[in-house]
């Protein structure tokens, strides 16, 4: 398992998983209605509250960046410890962003500003630490942005995960998460000086969703697209993740 600060770093700094990153996650459509909600949801929330300058943290391959990239009066900046990575979400955003977005070899643990940003993003990368690691983190965003920013990134839900990964490979869960709780995640948010002002869950039903992966998906990639859809509009029931 990838754990820790040099683990998760040596993880994704390699050309070939930067240049496969989306296709192994999120072409299939289970990862595929993920990257749907959290795109929508990013756009939705940007779009609202108009930040001018916005930080994304690991962007990868900039899957979510090339989503928001043409948002209008948005000045961004992308910071990545993978330069493959980085390579890969310049290449992706500069046609939709311009000159409006730049690109920085950097450290999470460490950021290269000071507070001028108005709204952090970082996704898929704070769920890989342990609870000392995700607090460091927690304090470089609230040092970056501005009073009153907006910090967003992704969790995962304790209740359903850990059903979910008992018994399992441990080939299916290669990188290490973190299994939270909502009342754990606003303790340790409160600690660093943030308020939590929404949970937005995403995959409810998530054991229905998989088996659809598992069964539909490898006969019609557009009937287990349609399947999830139709499931995913149901509300109720615990999500496997949330947007915080």
């Known amino acids: ?47 609202r509250k108009r930040p001018c300058r916005v930080l994304e943290i ?30 890969q979400a310049h290449r992706r955003v500069a046609p939709v962003g311009g000159s409006r977005w730049d690109f920085v070899h950097g450290d999470a643990f460490n950021l290269p500003f000071d507070a001028q940003f108005d709204a952090v993003f970082v996704f898929r990368l704070v769920r890989h630490f342990t609870d000392g690691d ?9 040092r970056v942005l ?54 937005q869950g995403v995959q409810r039903h998530y054991s229905l969703l998989r088996q659809i992966q598992v069964l539909a998906a490898p006969r019609s990639s557009m009937l287990a697209r349609a399947a999830m859809e139709v499931v995913d509009r149901f509300g109720g029931g615990q999500p496997l993740e949330w947007i915080v």
């Open 58 to 87: 690991a962007p990868g391959p900039g899957r979510l960046t090339t989503e928001i990239a043409d948002l209008p009066g948005i000045r961004g900046t992308v910071l990545d410890s993978s330069a493959q990575m980085l390579e």
């Open 1 to 47: 398992m990838f754990q820790g600060q040099q683990g998760i770093r040596d993880a994704y700094r390699d050309q070939g998983v930067a240049s496969r990153y989306i296709d192994e996650r999120f072409r299939q459509p289970l990862g595929a209605l993920l990257h749907k909600r959290q795109a929508a949801a990013l756009r939705r929330l940007l779009g």
């Open 134 to 142: 995700r607090l460091r983190l927690y304090a470089e965003c609230a």
């Open 146 to 199: 501005k009073p009153g920013g907006l910090l967003v990134f992704d969790a995962i839900n304790e209740h359903v995960s850990v059903r979910l990964r008992q018994g399992s490979d441990e080939a299916e869960y290669p990188v290490f998460d973190a299994l939270l709780t909502p009342d754990r995640l606003r303790a340790e948010l409160g600690s660093a000086g943030f308020q939590v002002s929404a949970l």
